[in-house]
């Protein structure tokens, strides 16, 4: 009989009663579901199943009836690995744990990402699931992560001492091999050889016969499989032999075979570490100390301790000690951890800092807005971890390789011992299936991908380009479609009022008022133009009231009790109002201008004419990227005159103009159903639906948090030619990854046959074996090379 189950599962998106009888209708004609009660007012669900249905069943169920079920990440730190088939065996085995939605576990960083449903499994469920794969796991934290890396250090230490030991032991059985292949006799007796060799089999060795054990406990086989079975079978045959009294022991190949195996393990592990070092730089980055003001009495405490609103002092040469807002002084501020910028940034009063730039030239106080992991470091650190956690596509076909690896090679290694055994003996028919099990090792393959994206991203990192993840970094190297917004984007993003034209019986002072009256209700970068330079002529605020803002169009209200409406000519014709000046317009949008109509009920009153700046780098990357063949669009909401006005002066000749917010999705869309690899680059607020449709999203990280979470390349600075950049960055990627899959391949495909032919001995296999891991993570450290920012 079925063993019965009853889990709650709290769900989102419920707003009535009719909602839940959906879910409940839905759900309960699964097999196997018992029994299903949907309570609205408690948010959740209580399902008893049998046998025939599982839980991920349920929640797919549930997703597909249009509600949500909550998801929780975890991440885990995997001790244990030593090749990619411990990786693949650890996402098998926990991915078949009930209500684990996705397992990612990265060789490379020896951690684990995993998304599970909330409320059915619980944490500690999903670490007896890697235990039970014969591994070892613990909650990533800042915490863990430091004791980690000090747990590291000391086994490494321990580890060399051990390799140095084992060497000691191992050169008097080469240097006895060396002298037996110019065609004497031994000069050691077999029996000393079995000394030499014993403790390096099973004191240096130990932790591949612990990995083996562990790993067949799981149900798999993986490299240390391979590498104990390998020795032990010389060594026992050697030790068979030397009772026996015969002189052709292959104590000397077990011993340096698992001596070279050893320092490949230690070589690696040094790569590895160099490999994150980007990530560990950002986290060194924060200061630790803050100037707490309180009653003017100035406090030093730790950076942990601030909270939001708190006033802190900072000197000059000190590093900002959390992201925060200046309330008194002024200074520059070095931002390039966060930017890649050079050169300082000027900061003024009302202007926002943050952790970890260091203030360069006078003394200032500030007043604290975020603090812990909401701070823009915090989220930095964040993003190049999880994106140098995760993996590419192209690494899924060596996943699937190395799951299924050591069984072939074992399979591999005993036909030749049989065939060798029958037709050539079986002395050398164990010398070539040693060498098969130990060269065999799928440590290359598994290194390949996630060693060049750890390096990729912490690169990016370096310079100011945050990439989210491997399929993006993968992806953006197949762009052929760049799409620009216009306003701060291609522009500035600060425009400015460059003339005003003014109806009948309408001053301009009188026009100005009513435009910056209602514009001071608007988040519109146009608008504040308005308001700033109303106020350098010196016109003063006035009442509003009864304010609409309507997205794409403009915005309506009334200013001293007068209706005033203020947008552009298609919205307000759409109104009624009439006496729109055609002519005044068409001189301002030849220019480039953006032409702001202002309007009471009936007539327009005036116009203002607003112009938005180059940046100064648009020419240069819109060139680069034509250079590369890709195929460059502009798409904004403004007129068309004024938009291909402004494009003409960056060398853009695709123009999508007059397009709302909502539209600007559809429009990448129907460039991507042409077949086309599409990035979308934009800023605001308005750019997120179609930085999100697009193939790859790329914002600004000087504009909307909205926009950099919608995302997938956010470029921490103001510079357009950040998407150079990144399309560079990911070319170079790619290419490593491509080196390092093709060597990875290639040292297999030739050097298992080799072995099996009898022309490797076990000690070459075993060199080979422990140096093509180094040189797949040395070959991804060679990206460091790569020279990024050098955009005007």
Same mark, same amino acid.
């Given at each position: 009989?079925?063993?019965?189950?009853e889990?709650?599962?709290?769900i989102?998106?419920?707003?009535c009663a009719?909602?839940?009888?959906r879910i409940?209708?839905?759900?309960?004609?699964?097999?196997?579901?018992?029994?299903i009660?949907?309570?609205?007012?408690?948010?959740?669900?209580r399902?008893?199943?049998?046998?025939?249905t599982?839980?991920?069943?349920v929640?797919?169920?549930?997703?597909?009836?249009g509600? #949500?079920v909550?998801i929780? *990440?975890?991440d885990?730190?995997?001790?244990?690995m030593?090749?990619a088939?411990?990786?693949?065996?650890?996402e098998?085995?926990?991915g078949?744990?009930d209500?684990?939605k996705?397992?990612?576990?990265?060789?490379?960083s020896?951690k684990?990402h995993?998304?599970?449903v909330? #409320?059915?499994i619980?944490?500690?469920?999903?670490?007896?699931?890697?235990?039970?794969?014969?591994?070892?796991?613990?909650?990533?934290?800042?915490?863990?992560?430091e004791?980690?890396?000090?747990?590291?250090?000391?086994?490494?230490?321990? *580890?060399?001492?051990?390799?140095?030991?084992?060497v000691v032991?191992?050169?008097?059985?080469?240097a006895q091999?060396?002298?037996?292949?110019t065609g004497?006799?031994?000069?050691?007796?077999?029996?000393?050889?079995l000394?030499?060799?014993?403790?390096?089999?099973?004191y240096v #060795?130990?932790?591949?016969y612990?990995?083996?054990? !562990?790993?067949?406990?799981? &149900?798999?086989?993986?490299?240390?499989v391979? %590498?104990?079975?390998g020795?032990s =079978?010389?060594?026992?045959?050697?030790?068979?032999?030397?009772?026996?009294?015969?002189?052709n022991i292959?104590?000397?190949?077990s011993?340096t075979?698992?001596?070279?195996?050893?320092?490949?393990? $230690?070589?690696?592990a040094r790569?590895k570490?160099?490999?994150?070092s980007?990530?560990? +730089?950002?986290?060194?980055?924060g200061a630790k100390?803050?100037h707490?003001?309180h009653?003017?009495?100035?406090?030093d405490?730790?950076?942990?301790?601030?909270?939001?609103?708190d006033? %802190?002092k =900072?000197?000059?040469g000190?590093?900002?000690?959390?992201?925060?807002?200046?309330?008194?002084?002024?200074?520059? =501020?070095?931002?390039?951890f966060l930017?890649?910028?050079?050169l /300082?940034?000027?900061?003024?009063?009302?202007e926002p800092?943050v952790?970890?730039?260091v203030n360069?030239?006078?003394a200032?106080?500030?007043?604290?807005?975020?603090?812990?992991?909401?701070?823009?470091?915090a989220?930095?650190i964040?993003?190049?971890?999880?994106?140098?956690?995760?993996?590419?596509p192209?690494?899924r076909?060596a996943d699937?390789?190395?799951?299924i690896f050591?069984p072939i090679?074992?399979?591999?290694a005993l036909?030749?011992?049989?065939?060798?055994?029958?037709?050539?003996g079986?002395s050398?028919?164990?010398f070539?299936a040693v060498?098969v099990?130990v060269?065999?090792?799928?440590?290359?393959?598994?290194?390949?991908?996630?060693t @060049?994206?750890?390096?990729?991203?912490?690169l990016g990192a370096?310079s100011?380009?945050?990439?989210?993840?491997?399929? !993006?970094?993968? $992806?953006a190297h197949k762009?052929n479609t760049?799409?620009?917004?216009?306003?701060?984007?291609?522009?500035s993003g600060?425009?400015?009022?460059?003339?005003?034209?003014?109806g009948e019986?309408?001053?301009?002072?009188?026009?100005?008022r009513?435009a910056a009256a209602?514009?001071?209700?608007?988040? !519109? /970068?146009?608008? +504040?133009?308005?308001?700033?330079?109303a106020?350098?002529?010196?016109?003063? @605020?006035q009442?509003?009231?009864?304010?609409e803002?309507?997205?794409?169009?403009?915005i309506?209200?009334r200013?001293? #009790?007068?209706?005033?409406?203020?947008?552009n000519?298609?919205?307000?014709?759409?109104q009624?109002?009439?006496?729109?000046p055609?002519?005044v317009?068409s001189?301002?949008?030849e220019?480039?201008k953006?032409?702001?109509?202002?309007a009471?009920?009936?007539?327009?009153?005036?116009?203002?004419?607003?112009?938005?700046?180059?940046?100064?780098?648009a020419?240069?990357?819109?060139?680069?990227?034509?250079?590369?063949?890709?195929?460059?669009?502009?798409i904004?909401?403004d007129?068309e005159?004024?938009?291909?006005?402004?494009a003409?002066?960056?060398?853009?000749?695709?123009?999508?103009a007059g397009?709302?917010?909502?539209?600007?999705?559809?429009?990448v869309?129907?460039?991507?159903?042409?077949g086309?690899?599409? +990035?979308?680059v934009?800023d605001?607020?308005?750019?997120?639906?179609?930085l999100?449709a +697009?193939?790859?999203?790329?914002?600004m990280?000087?504009?909307?948090?909205?926009?950099?979470?919608?995302?997938?390349?956010a470029l921490m600075n103001?510079?357009?030619?950040?998407v150079?950049?990144?399309i560079?960055?990911?070319k170079a990627?790619?290419?490593?990854?491509?080196?390092n899959l093709?060597?990875?391949?290639f040292?297999? =495909?030739?050097?298992?046959?080799?072995?099996a032919a009898?022309?490797?001995s076990?000690?070459?296999? &075993?060199?080979?074996?422990?140096?093509?891991?180094?040189?797949?993570?040395?070959?991804?450290? $060679?990206?460091?090379?790569l020279?990024?920012?050098?955009g005007v």
């Open positions: 009989m079925p063993e019965v189950a889990v709650t599962l709290p989102e998106g419920m707003t009719a909602c839940a009888a409940e209708k839905n759900v309960s004609k699964m097999p196997g579901v018992k029994e009660n949907v309570n609205l007012a408690s948010e959740r669900a399902v008893v199943l049998d046998g025939e599982t839980w991920r069943d929640v797919e169920k549930i997703e597909k009836t509600y #949500g909550p929780r *990440e975890v885990l730190n995997i001790t244990g030593t090749c088939a411990c990786a693949a065996r650890i098998k085995v926990v078949r744990v209500a684990v996705t397992v990612n576990v990265n060789l490379a020896e684990a995993i998304s599970y909330s #409320g059915v619980q944490e500690a469920d999903i670490i007896k699931a890697v235990e039970k794969a014969g591994y070892g796991a613990t909650l990533a934290s800042k915490q863990v992560a004791e980690e890396k000090l747990r590291k250090q000391r086994v490494y230490k321990r *580890e060399l001492a051990k390799f140095w030991f084992s032991l191992t050169l008097p059985l080469v091999m060396l002298y037996m292949l004497k006799m031994a000069f050691m007796p077999n029996w000393f050889s000394v030499l060799a014993t403790p390096v089999q099973f #060795g130990w932790r591949f612990k990995g083996a054990y !562990h790993s067949l406990r799981g &149900g798999a086989a993986n490299m240390d391979l %590498v104990a079975l020795t =079978v010389a060594y026992v045959y050697s030790v068979v032999l030397t009772f026996m009294g015969s002189s292959y104590f000397d190949s011993a075979v698992i001596t070279l195996i050893f320092m490949g393990k $230690l070589l690696e790569a570490a160099k490999s994150s980007a990530l560990e +730089a950002l986290a060194k980055l100390v803050a707490v003001l009653d003017g009495q100035e406090s405490v730790p950076v942990e301790q601030l909270r939001v609103g006033i %802190v =900072v000197r000059p000190e590093k900002v000690p959390t992201d925060g807002v200046i309330t008194e002084g002024n200074t520059s =501020v070095d931002e390039s930017t890649g910028e050079p /300082p940034v000027e900061k003024q009063v009302g800092v952790g970890a730039s360069q030239t006078r200032f106080t500030m007043e604290v807005t975020k603090v812990g992991a909401d701070t823009a470091l989220q930095v964040r993003l190049v971890d999880q994106a140098q956690g995760s993996k590419a192209v690494q076909l699937k390789i190395s799951g050591v090679v074992l399979a591999i036909l030749t011992l049989l065939l060798w055994g029958i037709f050539g079986w050398h028919g164990l070539a060498a099990l060269i065999a090792c799928p440590c290359s393959l598994g290194l390949a991908t996630p @060049a994206i750890m390096v990729g991203t912490g370096e100011g380009i945050l990439i989210k993840g491997g399929e !993006h970094l993968e $992806l762009i760049v799409i620009f917004d216009k306003t701060g984007t291609i522009t600060k425009p400015t009022v460059t003339d005003l034209w003014t019986g309408v001053s301009e002072t009188e026009l100005l009513l209602l514009e001071s209700q608007s988040e !519109h /970068p146009l608008g +504040a133009a308005v308001v700033q330079y106020e350098e002529k010196g016109i003063g @605020a009442t509003v009231s009864h304010v803002a309507i997205p794409g169009k403009g309506e209200g200013v001293d #009790g007068q209706k005033i409406r203020i947008g000519r298609r919205w307000l014709t759409e009624g109002v009439e006496r729109i055609d002519d317009l001189v301002f949008e220019a480039g953006t032409a702001v109509m202002v009471d009920a009936n007539r327009v009153m005036g116009v203002v004419a607003i112009a938005d700046i180059l940046k100064e780098d020419n240069s990357t819109v060139r680069e990227l034509q250079n590369m063949g890709i195929e460059v669009w502009m904004t909401g007129n005159r004024t938009a291909k006005a402004v003409a002066q960056v060398g853009i000749t695709n123009v999508i397009v709302l917010p909502a539209d600007k999705a559809s429009k869309e129907s460039l991507r159903k042409d086309r690899i599409v +990035a979308m934009g605001g607020i308005n750019d997120a639906p179609a999100a +697009a193939d790859v999203g790329i914002a990280g000087t504009g909307a948090d909205v926009a950099i979470e919608a995302a997938d390349i103001a510079r357009t030619h950040g150079v950049d990144a560079h960055l990911s990627t790619m290419k490593k990854i491509r080196q093709f060597w990875a391949f040292y297999n =495909v030739l050097g298992i046959p080799l072995a009898g022309v490797l076990p000690v070459i296999a &075993g060199a080979a074996m422990a140096l093509s891991s180094v040189s797949v993570i040395s070959n991804s450290l $060679l990206l460091r090379r020279r990024l920012g050098r």
